[in-house]
Structure formats: C-alpha cells, structure tokens
C-alpha cells in the first residue's frame, strides 16, 4: 500500500515563500502523473501543478494562476515530490493534496483519475 504524508504548509504574509514536501512510501515507482492540487470551502478541487514522467523524460504543467510563481519538482530517490511556492496570494489560501498514480497528458488535470492522495496540508496568506 502507498501513503503520501505532505510536510510544508504553514501561514505566511503575501509576497512570501513556502514549501511543499509529498513523501511516498510503499512503493518504488507509483505512476506517470503526480501533482498538487488544492482545494477550499468555497472553491472546487483544483489542479495547480503535475509532473509527468517516462523513462528518460519530465514534463510539468501548471496552472495559469501559478505559472511563474510556483515550481513542482522530484526527487526519484527519496520518493518525494516537491512544490515551491513563491510570490504568494491570499487566493493562494487553501488546503494542498498531493496525488499520484495519475493519468497520461492531456488528461494530467483529472483529479478523479488519481489512485493515491495524501490528507493534505494547509497553506495560509494573508494580505
């Protein structure tokens, strides 16, 4: 069985910086798609970033709200996906899951189409 535990979220002013940590354990490898997405009482689960890999190759897709600001990354070793936050927003407020096991492109969006989800973590800016 695989668990992602996310690490990393915290309340920060906006302009600041965070960092999100999704560790995964149980598993070597758990599927081509693996993502942030967040989600928040008044607001549908949405996608913010996904990295998409096949041997020998990475793609990552963001959402336009965060293109340019936030980084998603990996760290095949230590099984740990990553998700730099910078130049942050209040509408950046939300509750953050990491998924894995997604769908190939174009379809990486598709949260349903995720196998594994962590509990999540939350991400406060204030203005």
């Known amino acids: 069985q695989v668990n992602l535990v996310e690490s990393g979220g915290g309340s920060v002013q906006a302009g600041g910086s965070l960092r999100l940590s999704c560790a995964a354990s149980g598993a070597s490898a758990i599927g081509n798609s693996m993502g942030w997405f967040r989600q928040t009482s008044e607001k549908e689960r949405e996608g913010v970033a996904v990295i998409y890999s096949d041997p020998g190759s990475e793609i990552a897709y963001y959402d336009d709200s965060v293109k340019g600001r936030f980084i998603i990354s990996q760290d095949s070793a230590k099984n740990t996906l990553y998700l730099e936050m910078n130049s942050l927003k209040p509408e950046d407020t939300a509750m953050y899951y990491c998924?894995?096991?997604?769908?190939?492109?174009?379809?990486?969006?598709?949260?349903?189409?995720?196998?594994?989800w962590g509990q999540g973590t939350q991400v406060t800016v204030s203005s």
């Open positions: 998924a894995a096991g997604g769908p190939r492109p174009p379809r990486q969006w598709r949260g349903d189409l995720y196998n594994i």
